[in-house]
T-cell receptor
Framework: DGGITQSPKYLFRKEGQNVTLSCEQNLNHDAMYWYRQDPGQGLRLIYY???????QKGDIAEGYSVSREKKESFPLTVTSAQKNPTAFYLCASSNYGGAGQPQHFGDGTRLSIL | GESVGLHLPTLSVQEGDNSIINCAYSNSASDYFIWYKQESGKGPQFIIDIRSNMDKRQGQRVTVLLNKTVKHLSLQIAATQPGDSAVYFC???????????FGQGTRLTINP
């Protein structure tokens, strides 16, 4: 079945550690996105990518980094510079660069601090 | 600036009744709108979308209404079922932009 796979489902980070969240899609979508969701809140955009080897900062990019070496993969690294990383992280993808097209979401990774 | 908000953070309805979830948007340049349903511990699930050249669009048990005059979006769910309990988000896409702006969400609870 086509879809978006995020892994792991739960992740724990120690102080000063970088962690990488995986996002893979087999929908052949051009655009991919990373969002952060805090309890009782909406989604805030971290980074997005419309094509391979290109990506743009979203509204809350500080403390995060991404890469887009393959069309189907868009990993997110939460660096030690992100002082409040505990949140639910959601990856999404869409067709045609994303404008005026629905985004399809994975089931998220919940990141906590040890 | 860009913002999408909701009139009510929580909504409780009786099973079998109709539900109406509202959303206000502030950017008159937005030309595409989506409703998502998010169940606990899962990612948002696409429900229905509408473009700014339409006022109404219907799906299975759901209807989205768009009032561009007052910049208001609503989601109507007919004959609500227990499985409709979730948080519902609206999102807007500004013309020419490559990203969605999400509202804060409304939690819908279905009472038996």
């Amino acid at each position: 079945d086509g879809g978006i796979t995020q892994s792991p489902k739960y992740l724990f980070r120690k102080e000063g550690q970088n962690v990488t969240l995986s996002c893979e899609q087999n929908l052949n979508h051009d655009a991919m996105y990373w969002y952060r969701q805090d309890p009782g809140q909406g989604l805030r955009l971290i980074y997005y990518s419309q094509i391979v080897n290109d990506f743009q900062k979203g509204d809350i990019a500080e403390g995060y980094s991404v890469s887009r070496e393959k069309k189907e993969s868009f990993p997110l690294t939460v660096t030690s510079a992100q002082k409040n990383p505990t949140a639910f992280y959601l990856c999404a993808s869409s067709n045609y660069g994303g404008a005026g097209q629905p985004q399809h979401f994975g089931d998220g990774t919940r990141l906590s601090i040890l | 600036g860009e913002s999408v908000g909701l009139h009510l953070p929580t909504l409780s309805v009786q099973e079998g009744d109709n539900s109406i979830i509202n959303c206000a948007y502030s950017n008159s340049a937005s030309d595409y709108f989506i409703w998502y349903k998010q169940e606990s511990g899962k990612g948002p699930q696409f429900i229905i979308d509408i473009r700014s050249n339409m006022d109404k669009r219907q799906g299975q048990r759901v209807t989205v209404l768009l009032n561009k005059t007052v910049k208001h979006l609503s989601l109507q769910i007919a004959a609500t079922q227990p499985g409709d309990s979730a948080v519902y988000f609206c999102a807007e896409n500004m013309r020419g932009a490559q990203k969605l702006v999400f509202g804060q969400g409304t939690r819908l609870t279905i009472n038996p």
